[in-house]
């Protein structure tokens, strides 16, 4: 929290170009966590027993949705919306779901095409083409 | 001429079968936007801003307002439903309405947000019929230090969102407010905290941070918990879906955020997501169910809808007297008016007053239309609870891709989500509250500029942020609110020592 205030009075001095200027909100944000951490290290809450820290499963479990998850993001440019999505729900219900994979092809196929027409036919959003084309 | 004969002249202009239709296709098409994750009232417009122009102003208006309406309206539902705010007016309705769709409400929670955001709506729709020329006036007279003085009211709010440690719920709000300094400065276009990457020169969006805190932390959390069901209770049948006492017990709700939101909304740069804030924390202070906030009051859930509505009436004030747009959804509404040379103003009510009054005519209608509509949807949406999990996570997850790509076409947004997510995640395990984040996100800005302008106004000076009445008025308020807050969280405390010590 020292960090963020020292980092914003930093920022504050290197923009600043008067009080009507860029730098007083960097000063505001300084001025509010420097004081803040300085309470914190008076008065460290590392002994509150009410926090509870993610178990090993759900370490696990932010593993199995967050990595496929920035997988999905990454390679969607080449791969396409439809594809991606196709593969990234698939990858995630078959970890979290207790269903036959062949349904979760099926179901999760479905939703990749169902989603693709809908905001792309429809509401003419921008998708990824990726190397099929579409 | 009386507003009674103009009104009802409208009426007669608004319920002519072509108009009727598209005031009905306007609210179908703006609930859709609306249940839709990511595409909020904005980008609804926007999309179908092009439609509409193929017919002529006043059906084309019709519709448009009626996509706002519909927007607003469907936006709670996927609040409620998944956790998941489309919008920044839709971050409050999670609070109690997903918690009350976990305890198998979800139907009491959907139907009350569309009986809020009905009464709400005509109540704010008769303030702009009786009361366009004072508020305007009233409107004009709120420059930045006013503005200023508001948000500073605003931010005592951090004070009651905190939860019980206050100075995690200001860390919080501090965070937030780290968090809109990224990106270029809104006034002269330096960088701040870029660190010369390109990309963050645009910020980090909103909609990708309220998803990752919001929708993305709920999914891990279940995911992790293994959980089968959003909703294990049993569902009541649909067409029970609110009792009689329930509507009664949030109907001083209703009527109070009705009178926060449609006033703050005729303020400039006042958006919905102030409002809906206000509304509830006002609600938390006055309801007598105040001990179940957060826990799936129903009140919490009437609060916020009914001042996001009232607000949307609201924002219409200084939009047609003015020509002032106070959000950015009614800025792309007035690109629609302009579309077809309306110039809203001062004179917009002498010059055009059959469009004028058969367009506020046909927003009562389509408020009518719109809660025929959505009731008896209601509970239809609320048999989602009982769909396994292991089929709503991964569409959250997708949902959560869309919406947050959608806003910019950005594959950066879509990371930002996925990392609030985690800081959302890890934010719970610590107890520190996300509410604060979010409010500072709303009102740092707002901030910002308004305490800019007010030193560029004051000669460099910051004494013009007393020397207004109003400001100090409000700077005031803020700061009585913050003292009596911290007044009874130490009286609390006290009183709890004692207990402990009693009971020793």
């Given at each position: 929290?020292?960090?963020?205030g020292?980092?914003?009075?930093?920022?504050?001095?290197?923009?600043w170009?008067?009080?009507?200027?860029?730098?007083?909100?960097?000063?505001?944000?300084?001025?509010?966590?420097?004081?803040?951490?300085?309470?914190?290290?008076?008065?460290?809450?590392?002994?509150?027993?009410?926090?509870?820290?993610?178990?090993?499963?759900?370490?696990?479990?932010?593993?199995?949705?967050?990595?496929?998850?920035?997988?999905?993001?990454?390679?969607?440019?080449?791969?396409?919306?439809?594809f991606?999505?196709?593969?990234?729900?698939?990858?995630?219900?078959?970890?979290?779901?207790?269903?036959?994979?062949?349904?979760?092809?099926?179901?999760?196929?479905?939703?990749?095409?169902?989603?693709?027409?809908?905001?792309?036919?429809?509401?003419?959003?921008?998708?990824?083409?990726?190397?099929?084309?579409? | 001429?009386?507003?009674?004969?103009?009104?009802?002249?409208?009426?007669?202009?608004?319920?002519?079968?072509?108009?009727?239709?598209?005031?009905?296709?306007?609210?179908?098409?703006g609930?859709?936007?609306?249940v839709?994750?990511?595409?909020?009232?904005?980008?609804?417009?926007?999309?179908?801003?092009?439609l509409?122009t193929?017919?002529?102003?006043?059906?084309?208006?019709?519709?448009?307002a009626?996509?706002?309406?519909?927007?607003?309206?469907?936006?709670s539902?996927?609040?409620?439903?998944?956790n998941?705010?489309?919008?920044?007016?839709?971050v409050?309705?999670?609070?109690?309405?997903?918690?009350?769709?976990?305890?198998?409400?979800?139907?009491?929670?959907?139907?009350?947000?569309?009986?809020?955001?009905?009464?709400?709506?005509?109540l704010?729709?008769?303030?702009?019929?009786?009361?366009?020329?004072?508020?305007?006036?009233l409107?004009?007279?709120?420059?930045?230090?006013?503005?200023?003085?508001?948000?500073?009211f605003?931010?005592?709010?951090?004070?009651?969102?905190?939860?019980?440690?206050?100075?995690?719920?200001?860390?919080?709000?501090a965070?937030?407010?780290?968090?809109?300094?990224?990106?270029?400065?809104?006034?002269?276009?330096?960088?701040?905290?870029?660190?010369?990457?390109?990309?963050?020169?645009?910020?980090?969006?909103?909609?990708?941070?309220?998803?990752?805190?919001?929708?993305?932390?709920?999914?891990?959390?279940?995911?992790?918990?293994?959980?089968?069901?959003?909703?294990?209770?049993?569902?009541?049948?649909?067409?029970?879906?609110?009792?009689?006492?329930?509507?009664?017990?949030?109907?001083?709700?209703?009527?109070?955020?009705?009178?926060?939101?449609?006033?703050?909304?005729?303020?400039?740069?006042?958006?919905?997501?102030?409002?809906?804030?206000?509304?509830?924390?006002?609600?938390?202070?006055?309801?007598?169910?105040?001990?179940?906030?957060?826990?799936?009051?129903?009140?919490?859930?009437?609060?916020?809808?009914?001042?996001?509505?009232?607000?949307?009436?609201?924002?219409?004030?200084?939009?047609?007297?003015?020509?002032?747009?106070?959000?950015?959804?009614?800025?792309?509404?007035?690109?629609?008016?302009?579309i077809?040379?309306?110039q809203?103003?001062?004179?917009?009510?002498?010059?055009?007053?059959?469009f004028v009054?058969?367009?506020?005519?046909?927003?009562?209608?389509?408020?009518?239309?719109?809660?025929?509509?959505?009731?008896?949807?209601?509970?239809?949406?609320?048999?989602?609870?009982r769909?396994?999990?292991?089929?709503?996570?991964?569409?959250?997850?997708?949902?959560?891709?869309?919406?947050?790509y959608?806003?910019?076409?950005?594959?950066?947004?879509?990371?930002?989500?996925?990392?609030?997510?985690?800081?959302?995640?890890?934010?719970d395990?610590?107890?520190?509250?996300?509410?604060?984040?979010?409010?500072?996100?709303?009102?740092?800005?707002?901030?910002?500029?308004?305490?800019?302008?007010?030193?560029?106004?004051?000669?460099?000076?910051?004494?013009?942020?007393?020397?207004?009445?109003?400001?100090?008025?409000?700077?005031?308020a803020?700061f009585?609110?913050?003292?009596?807050?911290?007044f009874?969280?130490?009286?609390?405390?006290?009183?709890?020592?004692?207990?402990?010590?009693?009971?020793?």
């Amino acid at each position: 929290m020292g960090a963020f205030g020292f980092l914003c009075l930093i920022e504050a001095y290197r923009i600043w170009n008067g009080w009507d200027g860029t730098g007083v909100m960097a000063l505001i944000v300084g001025g509010i966590f420097i004081p803040l951490s300085v309470i914190f290290l008076v008065f460290p809450s590392s002994g509150d027993k009410s926090i509870l820290w993610p178990s090993k499963r759900e370490w696990f479990s932010l593993g199995i949705i967050g990595g496929p998850f920035a997988l999905y993001i990454f390679f969607m440019n080449w791969l396409g919306y439809p594809f991606s999505t196709w593969l990234f729900l698939a990858v995630v219900a078959k970890y979290i779901s207790p269903t036959r994979t062949t349904r979760i092809i099926i179901w999760t196929g479905m939703v990749a095409i169902g989603t693709y027409v809908v905001f792309k036919r429809y509401l003419m959003m921008y998708l990824p083409t990726g190397f099929l084309g579409i | 001429m009386d507003i009674f004969v103009l009104l009802l002249r409208g009426f007669s202009n608004a319920l002519s079968l072509e108009n009727l239709f598209f005031a009905l296709v306007g609210s179908i098409l703006g609930t859709l936007v609306g249940v839709l994750p990511g595409i909020g009232p904005t980008a609804g417009i926007a999309m179908l801003l092009p439609l509409t122009t193929l017919l002529p102003p006043i059906p084309a208006i019709i519709m448009l307002a009626a996509i706002y309406y519909g927007a607003m309206y469907g936006g709670s539902t996927t609040s409620i439903l998944m956790n998941i705010p489309g919008e920044i007016s839709s971050v409050i309705t999670c609070v109690d309405g997903h918690e009350m769709a976990k305890q198998g409400r979800a139907a009491q929670a959907l139907a009350i947000a569309a009986i809020s955001s009905f009464i709400a709506g005509t109540l704010g729709l008769m303030g702009l019929t009786f009361f366009s020329p004072p508020l305007a006036d009233l409107a004009l007279r709120m420059g930045p230090p006013e503005i200023f003085g508001l948000v500073v009211f605003a931010f005592s709010m951090v004070a009651s969102m905190s939860g019980k440690s206050l100075l995690k719920g200001v860390t919080s709000a501090a965070l937030g407010m780290l968090i809109c300094l990224v990106g270029l400065d809104p006034q002269l276009g330096a960088d701040r905290l870029t660190f010369g990457s390109v990309t963050l020169m645009g910020g980090l969006d909103f909609i990708a941070i309220i998803m990752g805190l919001f929708a993305m932390k709920e999914v891990f959390q279940n995911v992790g918990a293994r959980v089968g069901l959003i909703s294990t209770a049993r569902l009541g049948s649909w067409w029970r879906m609110i009792k009689w006492s329930e509507i009664k017990q949030s109907l001083g709700a209703i009527i109070r955020s009705t009178i926060t939101g449609f006033f703050l909304g005729c303020l400039p740069g006042c958006t919905p997501g102030i409002v809906t804030f206000m509304a509830y924390d006002l609600e938390k202070k006055f309801s007598k169910n105040r001990a179940n906030f957060g826990k799936g009051a129903i009140e919490g859930v009437a609060a916020p809808e009914g001042a996001n509505n009232a607000c949307t009436s609201g924002g219409f004030v200084p939009l047609l007297t003015l020509g002032i747009p106070p959000s950015t959804s009614l800025a792309v509404l007035l690109s629609g008016l302009m579309i077809y040379g309306l110039q809203p103003g001062p004179l917009l009510f002498e010059k055009q007053p059959v469009f004028v009054w058969t367009v506020i005519a046909s927003m009562y209608i389509g408020n009518v239309m719109l809660l025929i509509l959505n009731l008896p949807l209601v509970g239809i949406w609320a048999r989602m609870v009982r769909v396994p999990y292991h089929f709503i996570a991964p569409l959250i997850l997708l949902f959560c891709f869309i919406g947050t790509y959608s806003v910019r076409n950005s594959f950066f947004d879509a990371g930002t989500c996925l990392v609030f997510g985690f800081i959302g995640l890890f934010m719970d395990k610590l107890k520190i509250p996300s509410l604060p984040l979010v409010l500072a996100l709303i009102l740092a800005p707002m901030m910002e500029d308004s305490l800019r302008q007010s030193i560029s106004m004051g000669g460099g000076s910051l004494a013009i942020l007393w020397s207004r009445p109003i400001a100090l008025a409000l700077m005031g308020a803020g700061f009585l609110t913050m003292v009596i807050i911290l007044f009874g969280r130490y009286r609390r405390a006290k009183a709890e020592v004692h207990l402990g010590t009693e009971e020793n």
